[in-house]
C-alpha cells in the first residue's frame, strides 16, 4: 500500500472548498484513496462529508493511502495538491 503525509497549507484547512476540490481530484485518480490524521480516523478521501467530518486545519498533518496500479502518481497529485493554498487561488480566480 502506498502512503503519502503531507501538512496541508490551505489557510482554514479542509473546510468546504478546499474539501470539495480534494475529494472532487481523488475521485477521479482511479483508485480509491483515504485520507486520515495520523493515530485518527481513516476516511475515503473521494467522499467531501466524509473529510469534512476530519476537522482538518491549516498545518496539520495528514497521511493518504491508496492501493493498487496507478497509487504512487494518484498520492502524488493528491499530496501536490493539499501542499498548496487553494483558498488563496480561489481568492485570485
Given at each position: 500500500m502506498a502512503e503519502r503525509r503531507v501538512v496541508v497549507a490551505?489557510?482554514?484547512g479542509l473546510h468546504a472548498r478546499p474539501a470539495a476540490l480534494f475529494s472532487a481530484a481523488a475521485?477521479?485518480?482511479?483508485?480509491p484513496v483515504t485520507i486520515g490524521k495520523p493515530g485518527?480516523?481513516?476516511v475515503p478521501a473521494a467522499s467531501i462529508l466524509s473529510v469534512?467530518?476530519?476537522?482538518v486545519s491549516c498545518g496539520d498533518e495528514v497521511v493518504l493511502?491508496?492501493?493498487g496500479e496507478g497509487a504512487e502518481a494518484a498520492l502524488d497529485a493528491l499530496a501536490a495538491l493539499l501542499a498548496r493554498d487553494l483558498d488563496a487561488e480561489a481568492a485570485r480566480s
Amino acid at each position: 500500500m502506498a502512503e503519502r503525509r503531507v501538512v496541508v497549507a490551505s489557510r482554514i484547512g479542509l473546510h468546504a472548498r478546499p474539501a470539495a476540490l480534494f475529494s472532487a481530484a481523488a475521485g477521479t485518480v482511479g483508485v480509491p484513496v483515504t485520507i486520515g490524521k495520523p493515530g485518527g480516523p481513516v476516511v475515503p478521501a473521494a467522499s467531501i462529508l466524509s473529510v469534512l467530518t476530519l476537522s482538518v486545519s491549516c498545518g496539520d498533518e495528514v497521511v493518504l493511502r491508496a492501493d493498487g496500479e496507478g497509487a504512487e502518481a494518484a498520492l502524488d497529485a493528491l499530496a501536490a495538491l493539499l501542499a498548496r493554498d487553494l483558498d488563496a487561488e480561489a481568492a485570485r480566480s
